[in-house]
């Protein structure tokens, strides 16, 4: 145990916590939750393994993508507008610490009015660091927080008074054709997305904030991701293929605050935030193993081992959807992924893509194409993460095109999603995210 690490007896940390020691947010707040919490390791200096946490934008949005993530939806189980921001405050300053490398203990809170919910079969929730993560440093962990519409509006009510300044680009989205979305790996209130280069240090981040007050915000859904390294250039997706030659934060626009920063006409509160649309996308990959690599290019628009669009040479090449064939026919087929998706057939629409893979097992399934046998398939393919400045004018645009006419279609099914308002971030210590929201 964290106690007998650190030679405090648990008990007697317990009943300090639970006599209000944590209850006060300013003290949390102050100087995150080492400079009210006794540190059970050593403070690790990861020098450039750390991604600062404060600043005027979130991490994890522009962040050069890591290896790993694990994503998280809660629902909020309070009336209390209070209790909320005390679990942000709480949520952002173990955030900080976890981003910098620390080891700390975890300040729970549990509001007076709610009982413990392990009161009636363990002891009360200790305030120990889980300890797997102990000693692996930061591993360039980023923490990014966002809100659902359930924040703003849950079955027509204004939950903590704040509805009237729920964003009109935090759009509840339309049912696309093709669309199989498991209501319960989808939307929330609160959402958590932690992202690093070592699996242990990100689920543990999500872990220890998750623990800090499950009786007022409960886990919804998690999935886990990952991403090979970039350092052998753009990573692929599990078909195979480059992803995020464009629209992606390894290459992104060179205007943000037009294509990827709220608007300033816009809710003041979310000035520098953005808005996330999360898909979880899966693939039919033995299918897609079916398919002749010449084929698959034709799908996708691009060539497998290159990336460059079809009919040019190099990866990074302008997508040129007027050339033809010498049968006459596009070189990118008119059905072509790509060309359905760039900015160039949508008004100049774009979106900022932090993409990962996930691999969920195998379950059993029916095939669409004769025999139409029942067999296993991967429960695997991607993780869509899109930050744009207006989900309106961005990804419903370009999905609402893609659903209906790309090719991709065959193998692919979208069976999970939300969209969250991710605020700025907190500009340091003793501010905490979503703190102009409720200001």
Request: aromatic fraction near 8%; hydrophobic fraction near 40%; proline fraction near 6%.
């Amino acid at each position: 145990m964290a106690e007998d690490i650190a030679g405090s007896p648990g008990p007697s940390r317990r009943d300090v916590l639970r006599r209000g020691l944590f209850l006060g947010g300013a003290a949390v707040v102050g100087g995150a939750v080492g400079a009210v919490a006794d540190h059970v390791a050593e403070h690790h200096d990861g020098g450039g393994d750390t991604v600062p946490f404060y600043g005027a934008h979130q991490g994890g949005v522009v962040t050069d993508t890591q290896q790993n993530t694990v994503i998280a939806s809660f629902d909020l189980h309070t009336t209390s507008r209070d209790e909320v921001v005390e679990v942000l405050r709480r949520w952002t300053a173990l955030a900080a610490s976890l981003a910098h490398g620390d080891s700390t203990t975890v300040p729970i809170y549990t509001p007076k009015d709610v009982s413990d919910s392990y009161s009636n079969t363990t002891q009360i929730s200790t305030t120990s660091d889980s300890l797997e993560a102990w000693q692996v440093g930061p591993s360039r962990l980023t923490v990014t927080i966002g809100f659902g519409r359930g924040l703003f509006l849950s079955e027509g009510k204004d939950r903590y008074g704040i509805a009237s300044r729920m964003p009109e680009e935090l759009v509840e989205l339309p049912h696309f054709a093709g669309d199989e979305l498991d209501p319960a790996q989808s939307d929330g209130d609160l959402f958590l997305q932690a992202c690093g280069d070592d699996l242990q240090v990100v689920f543990h981040a999500v872990r220890s904030i998750a623990r800090i007050s499950p009786d007022v915000a409960a886990l919804r859904w998690t999935q886990i991701g990952y991403s090979p390294s970039n350092k052998a250039g753009t990573p692929r997706n599990l078909m195979g293929f480059k992803d995020g030659t464009i629209n992606s934060n390894a290459h992104p626009p060179a205007d943000l605050d037009s294509t990827l920063w709220a608007p300033a006409d816009g809710q003041s509160w979310m000035r520098g935030g953005t808005y996330l649309v999360y898909r979880r996308i899966r693939m039919s990959l033995e299918h897609w193993d079916r398919l002749q690599v010449g084929d698959q290019e034709k799908v996708i628009g691009r060539q497998k081992v290159s990336g460059a669009p079809l009919g040019a040479r190099d990866e990074f090449d302008a997508l040129d959807l007027d050339t033809r064939g010498s049968d006459g026919a596009p070189a990118i087929p008119v059905d072509a992924h790509v060309r359905l998706a760039a900015p160039e057939t949508n008004d100049g629409a774009v979106l900022i893509r932090r993409a990962f893979a996930y691999n969920n097992g195998t379950t059993q399934f029916t095939e669409r194409w004769p025999p139409w046998r029942q067999a296993l398939e991967y429960d695997a393919g991607l993780l869509f993460l899109g930050y744009q400045q207006d989900p309106r004018k961005s990804f419903v645009a370009i999905n609402s095109k893609l659903a209906i006419n790309d090719a991709l279609n065959q193998f692919t099914t979208h069976t999970a999603s939300a969209v969250f308002a991710i605020p700025p971030g907190a500009s340091g210590p003793g501010h905490w995210v979503g703190e102009t929201l409720f200001a």
